[in-house]
């Protein structure tokens, strides 16, 4: 199979995960990274297949280059995405798409008239664990979800270009998206900032269809890191542990139920039903990687992108909301 040229644009913080996904021959399947753009030149020495420019207009012009990877910091994205695409480009582009849901509006009109895939990091969605999470979810194992409860904390990384909400909670917002199946009818959003004008510790509440509430707390000023998502079903819940080594799901039987009272059966009164508690084998695999794979089978036309840029635009509208949220003194404010 012909090779598919690739460049990595940005290789900082993030970008380098991508670079090691190269390896030593700088290829990844039947793809090959032509180029690395970035303002300095990684540390690692780099193939010499592998070209570092400073200057993108040299990735862009490359008639050979079919994708670009955009790992860039957050405000930069929407130009980079608006000449990649214009230069005809497949895109992978991190999340969130955009700042601006206007800009993410025009990212994903332009490329469909480019007839080119626009892809957005969501890398939870490639996560095995979390996969199982949904697959017991839609078997109707833990019955109707009644809640979520994520955490996300940790001492930094601490952003300069995108608040903890933008930077962090982005990602709770696709995530209980996907495990829901469904959109946020409302979102209400508090936040401080501490450190450099943005939000370092922030609050989201959002109201799914279905009574469902969903709760997401961010903190990159936290001196313990925590990544643990609770899904709290009628029959069982489920605990997603991101920071555990091996066990990252344990499943409660556990639930209340309302039960007739004894002494009149006119009434009820809540019980706690206690089960077991299970910690399924699962078969890890490094999410970046099974996303990555998932955007080159987009490119060859071998899958259907899982998260899009209407995806990616859906999260930028309900950060957007989240912000108008925070306006209005936290008040809740529809979808």
Known sequence: MQKLNLALIGCGYWGKNYLNLFGHEGSFGNAQLKYINDIKKPSKNLQKEVTFTQDISVVLSDPEVEA????TPTKSHFDIALQALMAGKNVLIEKPLTLKLEDSEKLIKLAKEKGKILMVGHIFKYNSALREVKRRIDSGEIGQIKYLDARRVALGPVRQDASA?????????????????????????????YLNGVDDIVSVNMRFPGK???TAYANWIHPIKERKLVIGGTKKAIVFDDIHPSEKLTIYDRSIEYLPNPNNFSE???????????IPKLNLSQPLITQFDHFLKCVNGVEKCMSDGNEGMEVVKILEAAEKSKSLGGAEVKL
């Open 268 to 278: 009820f009164q809540a019980g706690t039903r206690e089960g077991d508690i299970l």
């Open 212 to 214: 469902v509430i969903a």
């Open 68 to 71: 670009v990877i955009i790992a």
């Open 165 to 193: 909400l933008w930077d962090l909670i982005s990602h709770e917002v696709y995530i209980f998206m996907y495990l829901t199946g469904s959109k946020p009818l409302s979102v209400s959003y508090t936040g401080e900032s």
